[in-house]
Nanobody, 113 residues
Framework: QVQLVESGGGSVQPGGSLRLSCAAS????????MRWYRQAPGKEREFIAD????????EYADFARGRFTISRDNTKNAVYLQMNNLSPEDTAVYYC??????WGQGTQVTVSS
């Protein structure tokens, strides 16, 4: 019943921005810490950021800090990832996560000239 649906990915030039969205259902969203991960081909899934239940506390991987911003809207059961100043190294499939072992389908982000 847990469902996570990522959207907002696409192709962008270096230096560009994207805002990813994750629509959640099937669990108590407002009491669940939410996270974003990404996975490039041939690489392990990589932690990006997390956000506390009320949205007041956030944590970022080093590569994301200062460029990416995680946020959430508990009235909409949604978590977001604003990504600025994107580089080709950011190319990956981006996933949101909440309950353990539940993942969405991911959304592809491609950064290229």
């Amino acid at each position: 019943q847990v469902q996570l649906v990522e959207s907002g990915g696409g192709s962008v030039q270096p230096g560009g921005s994207l805002r990813l969205s994750c629509a959640a259902s099937g669990f108590s969203f407002s009491t669940t810490t939410m996270r974003w991960y990404r996975q490039a081909p041939g690489k392990e899934r990589e932690f990006i950021a997390d956000i506390s239940t009320g949205g007041l506390l956030t944590e970022y991987a080093d590569f994301a800090r200062g460029r990416f911003t995680i946020s959430r809207d508990n009235t909409k059961n949604a978590v977001y990832l604003q990504m600025n100043n994107l580089s080709p190294e950011d190319t990956a499939v981006y996933y949101c996560n909440g309950p353990v072992d539940y993942w969405g389908q991911g959304t592809q982000v491609t950064v290229s000239s």
